[in-house]
């Protein structure tokens, strides 16, 4: 968010928006379960992404472009066909000539979240899978929600505030700080106990930085819509209410393709990334965009527009943003190393296991009653 709105229904877009998505369209018709065709997955590292085979070269090309797409109204039409009882919510646009349209509806029927994917070209329902149907998506639901909801989530911001103190108390207790080349050696020779204890106090110093960006970042998208009010007041950043559409009588929604180039003009030189679709009749439809000069893979530029007159109601630059807007819209890329290349998300992936490496090694060192611990950091 770059101003101040209410945080819950951007924080649920953006998980809903961020599950696995399929950069391809060559997808089998469902049947039954799960999609079926989905196979040769190769799972992109950053952002929870995968992607599937390549449109055939037949869509592509010669000159298929994002002019050459079916209009989204098309889209929305054959999934609210197959799927007339599910409330749609957010539609992935596509951002390269051979991904598909992805729409994002709750089924109340499995209570989670379907993705149905539709060829750009053509308007064809290639398929759909439930988000725990596949390995990117169960690990991100297991990681930001334990498999459940919004009070499993709090769960995972009350470990990331563990993990913070955790992180600072052992960072006191370093024993570097009387003598330096203490607290950065390991006795490889030494007993077991130990052992456990020189690999717990540097491998815990070594990755503090992260354990303390992660552990922070961790607990306040955990706590996302109780730290946004005090982020935003401890900066002085003015929250602004959630823009709302004019119910006129008589008059239906615009269709989207409508409502987007105005999108399209309040942010230019932005790229479209979703849509979220209005969840009530006097709701905004919202346009999520990036500016290349954003961190955030999905970007935190927003433009919020009537869903009767068009007429834009907000916009957010995410590059003009206010300092509490900036501190929240950091959370995500600073979490998951977006802002950086694929050198740092691998070094993300190793200093990830130190937390794990930390934990057998506390739980060795409490378990082992043979050496004393006040003795071993003065050593």
Known sequence: MANGDSGTSVQRDRDEATSPRVGAASLDRCDGGAAAGFNGLDWEFAGLRSRDRPLPQSLVAPGHTSSGRVELETVLAAVREAYPNEKLSVINLPQKPDEVYEVQMQSPSVGQVRTAYVNPYNGELLGWRLRRHSLMGFLYELHAYLLGGETRRIVIGISGLLLLLFSITGLFLWPGWRRLVTGLKIRWRAPRPLLNYDIHKVGGVSSVVFLILTASTGALLGFWTQAEPVVYWLTHTPQLAEPASTLL??????????????????????????????????????????????????????????????KVLRVDNALKAPLGAQIMNSLYPVHTAAFGGLKLRTLYVFLGLIPTLLLITGLAIRWSRTYDIPRLIQR
């Open 249 to 310: 009588p008589g008059k239906l929604p615009l269709a989207l393709d409508e409502i987007l180039p105005k999108a399209d003009a309040a942010l230019p030189g932005a790229q479209t990334i979703w849509i979220e679709l209005p969840s009530a009749p006097q709701a905004a439809v919202s346009v999520r965009k990036k500016f290349p000069q954003e961190t955030d893979p999905y970007g935190d530029s927003l433009v919020y527009l009537d869903q009767y007159s068009g």
